[in-house]
């Protein structure tokens, strides 16, 4: 089952850790990996763009199968291994909705981190404003308050209720993302506990990026 299985994936990168830790609920252990490096510009080689002709990671097969959107692949692992493993998308119609709200709501949470994450990556250094900055960084700030808002309603410590779901199999990695760019735990200590109390999580710890236990993080957000 697994062993028909190939992720190619980045370390560090939300997506890519998304289907990891999808595959780990789905209790699909043993597929078969490659560990790229962007710094390296290993995303861009030819057995890469043969599966996924964009050059980004993650790039994923099963069998004869190429889902390399990690919504696309998260919610094809649910699908078909709904049986299997943890039942991230519930059956009640009310519970449903809010999963898939939470979910499709974090790619919204994920654009604006990596707006300001890859500012001075993106921008040629000579047309970079600090004003433009600044409102990447505001823009930010209100979206982390919303999710800081969520989690103060939903009872049970998950995103979208008592239960974990496809919602925080989607949206954790960018909360942690969030925490090692410097995000205050006392400005926001509910998206804080929810980072420390997911982290033991087996699927979470088992996929933990191999660079971020290697290397410091930053303090980018430490006054949003």
């Given at each position: 089952m697994a062993k028909d299985m190939t992720l190619w994936w980045g370390s560090g990168s939300p997506p890519c850790w998304r289907v990891m830790i999808a595959l780990e609920e789905k209790k699909l252990q043993g597929y078969n990996q490659k560990l790229l490096?962007?710094?390296?510009?290993?995303?861009?080689?030819?057995?890469?763009?043969?599966?996924?002709?964009?050059?980004?990671?993650?790039?994923?097969?099963?069998?004869?199968?190429?889902?390399?959107?990690?919504?696309?692949?998260?919610?094809?692992?649910?699908?078909?291994?709904?049986?299997q493993g943890?039942?991230?998308?519930?059956?009640?119609?009310?519970?449903?909705?809010?999963?898939?709200?939470?979910?499709?709501?974090?790619?919204?949470?994920?654009?604006?981190?990596?707006d300001v994450f890859m500012y001075n990556r993106r921008v040629p250094e000579n047309e970079r404003h600090e004003s433009a900055f600044k409102r990447l960084k505001e823009t930010l700030t209100g979206e982390v308050q919303m999710w800081e808002g969520y989690l103060q309603k939903t009872p049970g410590g998950f995103l979208a209720g008592k239960n974990f779901s496809m919602a925080d199999v989607i949206v954790?990695?960018?909360?942690?993302?969030?925490?090692?760019?410097?995000l205050?735990?006392?400005?926001?200590?509910?998206l804080s506990e929810y980072h420390k109390n997911l982290k033991d999580r087996p699927s979470i710890k088992a996929t933990w990026p191999p660079l971020w236990k290697d290397t410091p993080g930053q303090d980018l957000l430490k006054d949003i």
């Open positions: 490096s962007f710094e390296k510009g290993e995303h861009k080689s030819k057995e890469v763009m043969d599966v996924n002709p964009r050059g980004q990671l993650p790039a994923f097969k099963c069998g004869d199968k190429i889902i390399n959107e990690s919504y696309g692949a998260c919610f094809f692992l649910e699908c078909e291994y709904m049986s943890t039942k991230l998308i519930p059956e009640n119609s009310s519970e449903k909705a809010l999963v898939l709200q939470r979910t499709f709501e974090g790619n919204t949470l994920h654009q604006k981190t990596v954790y990695p960018s909360v942690a993302l969030l925490f090692r760019m410097g205050s735990d006392k400005r926001y200590p509910k």
